[in-house]
């Protein structure tokens, strides 16, 4: 498919912290673009043609369009709250396609599989019914009252807990995931993911958190999350077909991957389909 | 060459590096398939593609006589059907979810398996028996070129200048790929063994170097 329905919208395309003056290549949708420093300390990001593209910085990341957006980035009210660890855990490329990695993001079954002993571990393999919805106003997939069993669901667990979560789907290569947070039960952790489409079948995932925990260190909170990627890596580099297919008929979904049928019915109405595959292909 | 390989045999592996609770990736033509032996030592070839959600289920795993999705656990008989969600532990899989499964035999060491309802037996290896598997990047047709002497219908290619009592046995991998089963006389002693082995490597070398000159031609 092409990128028409797509481009107007916001993309990660490197961390704010790590911009050089001589800039770094890398791809946006297909195209070359370069991501540098200007003279006054503000992201510059140019084109395959030299022309200069939108951004903007936010949530420890430069964002560019290679069209015009006429939104703001998507709000995160949780990441301006005072205390919490800002966690930039870098970059993993995966050779999937970018609405792939997200919708993997989304999904919890897979937890005590792919992600053993850490994120799920059998036989707490159930997934109970969860809410999902479009939500019309802010147009964004939601799901919510999602529970799972988790023996260490994140660094500053001990054991195991019933974790909740909250999903949130608000632009197409972007998720925002709301889980339990152990030491303060009434807030939640933030984590995101960050898709950065380079190409249909190969994207950058920038995983971003926002987390109350100062007691484990920065090292470790950054390795724990590329465990996780990487885990998640091995399953999104062999999956069939490459691209996400939109239409029913490929995949056989169940009441678990509800999140997922809305997130692939969302992209499709919004003709969002860079990364997809359609029936009429 | 196997143009058409549907409904005919195709030696996928040894049935020695097959073992219990084990699962790999094989071609039958153009296929992928999961090749797995259960707790009970029975071989499967099933297609390599969870339906759920498109994983390589040669990435899975085996327990007892099941085949099971690396990515949430589905799990497959050895008949195709889909024996359990993890997700939902109290639902039956519908009859609707399966998996292809292909013919599979197994013989004088050797696992056969084949696309559609093949004609009869495996060949049989008559006096062989299987040593290693060597993936070798050149099509058969180099491999020929490099063994001065051309494969029989069954497969089955004994090289010019091997010391006797070997013979290979060819599948086509597609995409310039041959995977080679060497056999030798099933009464070859240790140093013959070795012999037969070096003499497959030197003639892998030869043909992938014919392959990489016929590439650049």
Redo the contacts between chains.
């Keep these: 498919m092409n990128k028409i329905g797509m481009i107007d919208e916001w993309y990660p395309v490197g961390l704010f912290s790590q911009l050089d003056p001589n800039g770094r290549d890398t791809w946006l949708m297909g195209e070359p673009i370069r991501v540098a420093i200007d003279g006054e300390g503000n992201p510059l990001v140019t084109g395959g043609n030299g022309r200069v593209l939108a951004v903007c910085v936010r949530y420890g990341h430069v964002w560019a369009s290679l069209g015009k957006p006429d939104h703001d980035l998507f709000p995160i009210p949780e990441a301006d709250q005072p205390g919490r660890r800002l966690v930039e855990v870098g970059v993993v490329r995966v050779r999937c396609s970018p609405l792939r990695a997200v919708e993997n993001f989304l999904d919890i079954a897979h937890f005590p599989f792919v992600h053993t002993d850490i994120l799920g571990s059998e036989p707490h393999t159930e997934v109970q019914n969860y809410k999902v919805e479009i939500r019309e106003e802010e147009d964004e997939v939601w799901a919510t009252q999602v529970k799972f069993y988790q023996p260490q669901a994140a660094k500053s667990a001990s054991g195991g807990i019933t974790t909740e979560y909250m999903y949130r789907v608000p632009a197409p290569t972007c998720s925002v995931l709301y889980k339990t947070c152990p030491p303060r039960p009434s807030e939640w952790d933030v984590i995101t993911l960050f898709v950065q489409p380079l190409f249909e079948d190969v994207c950058d995932v920038w995983p971003w958190m926002a987390l109350y925990d100062d007691d484990t260190p920065m090292t470790d909170l950054i390795h724990f999350q590329q465990t996780i990627f990487l885990q998640d890596r091995s399953i999104l580099e062999n999956q069939i077909p490459t691209l996400l297919p939109l239409d029913p008929g490929m995949e056989i979904p169940t009441r678990a991957d509800l999140t997922s049928v809305a997130y692939r019915r969302w992209l499709k109405r919004h003709n969002y389909t860079y990364g997809a595959q359609l029936v009429a292909q | 060459m196997q143009s058409d390989t549907a409904g005919s045999w195709v030696p996928v592996a040894l049935s020695s590096d097959l073992p219990a609770l084990a699962v790999m990736p094989a071609r039958i033509a153009s296929e992928t398939v999961a090749l797995w032996r259960s707790a009970s030592g029975r071989a499967t070839a099933s297609a390599?593609?969870c339906?759920?959600?498109?994983?390589?289920l040669s990435?899975g795993f085996v327990r007892g006589e099941a085949l099971?999705?690396?990515?949430?656990?589905w799990s497959y008989a050895q008949g195709g059907q889909c024996l359990k969600?993890?997700?939902?532990?109290g639902?039956t899989p519908p009859e609707t979810?399966r998996v292809v499964t292909y013919a599979v035999a197994e013989q004088d060491g050797v696992v056969w398996a084949a696309a559609g309802a093949p004609a009869g037996e495996p060949p049989r290896l008559n006096g062989f028996a299987p040593l290693r598997s060597v993936t070798v990047d050149a099509a058969i047709g180099f491999i020929e070129a490099a063994a001065g002497v051309g494969m029989n219908a069954d497969g089955f290619l004994s090289p010019a200048d091997a010391p006797s009592g070997l013979c290979l046995l060819l599948s086509d991998q597609g995409a310039g790929q041959t995977l080679v089963h060497v056999l030798i006389g099933q009464d070859a002693g240790p140093s013959a063994r070795i012999a037969a082995s070096r003499a497959v490597e030197a003639l892998r070398r030869r043909a992938e170097a014919l392959s990489t000159e016929g590439a650049g031609a």
């Design positions: 390599d593609r339906p759920h959600r498109g994983m390589r990435h099971s999705c690396i990515y949430h656990g969600i993890p997700a939902h532990p639902l979810i």
